[in-house]
């Protein structure tokens, strides 16, 4: 399909994590049509994580559940018109939600392509569309990129993206200043959305205690919320040595890559931050249970990756108990043993007048 798109709109309405997993779908669009316009719809919350990409001209949030019926409607409305507006000549769906049929008919593209969703089959769905690209990959990644199969380009850009200006990273800097922190510091962010995603707290004490001992500082962030933040507290109760915690549910999702960005590891369970240490290349430690490990993991080649499936069987999706701590199973042993590996041999094991 030789075209010269000029206005492309792409469409994903996921969680943060999920955003940034399309980034590699924005930059092939942006390879191999480099003086089109992309834009991207997606869930209003999760705009953060995408507000410094280059490759993106513009965003544009539709209101999620938590938002009054009043305000979804006119949200709805207000992006009917300036979607319109825009007269775009591509659309990319990776969205199942039953609405976007409906929008991509009222914006009327010559060329939409959607993924072929299974539970998607009827003939108001597949009519919506021009091209249907069936979902293939092991990873997300992978599965995300063959939305664009229709579209016959000779080169793919497989690399997830996290931008964030100089800005942010200058008022990180001063940030660990303040809380004393020297260039050689670790990032763990312990929490996650749900509880089946967590790890136990006083295991991620025991990491933190061994990188200390390693001579790391460790700084520990979180989410805003008021969980997250007793998380945080929790696990420093139970270091012998408290980590920093001056940045915990302050960061912005850029001011986050950029400290990400600047530490020797990141340490994480399945949740957004794991998948930002992969796109600006941190090495990481990510720890996952009852979830497709292959198909959610980070898209890294620096990481160790530890699945709870290892340690004792997982529960099918549908069999799921969301309210489990899968990950217990995992021993901090074992997360140790995988940041020595990362960060090299620790201090004790040196030998003398190498210390």
Known sequence: MEKPFRKI?????RFHGDMLLTTPVISTLK???????IDVLLYHETMPILSVNPEIHALYGIKNKKAKTTEKIANIFHLISTLR???YDLIVNMTDQWIVSLLVRLLKAPVRISQDYSHRQSPFWRNSFT??????G????????????PLG???YVTHTTMSYNPDSWTRVRDALNSAGVDERYVVIQPTARQLFKCWNNEKFSQVIDALHDRGYEVVVTSGPGAEDLACVEAIVKGCKTAPVTALAGKLTFPELAALIDHAELFIGVDSAPGHIAAAVDTPLVCLFGATDHIFWRPWSTNMIQFWAGDYRPMPSREHRDRNEMYLSVIPAEDVIAAVDTLLGAPKAASTEGNT
Do not use: F, G, T
Not at 9 to 13: P, T
């Open 138 to 149: 092991a990873n997300v990644v992978e599965s995300n990129l063959s939305v664009l199969a």
């Open 153 to 155: 380009l000779k080169s």
């Open 85 to 87: 507006a825009n007269k």
């Open 9 to 13: 709109l792409v469409i994903k309405m």
């Open 131 to 136: 091209h249907l690209a069936a979902l293939n």
């Open 31 to 37: 390879q191999n049509y480099p003086d089109a316009e």
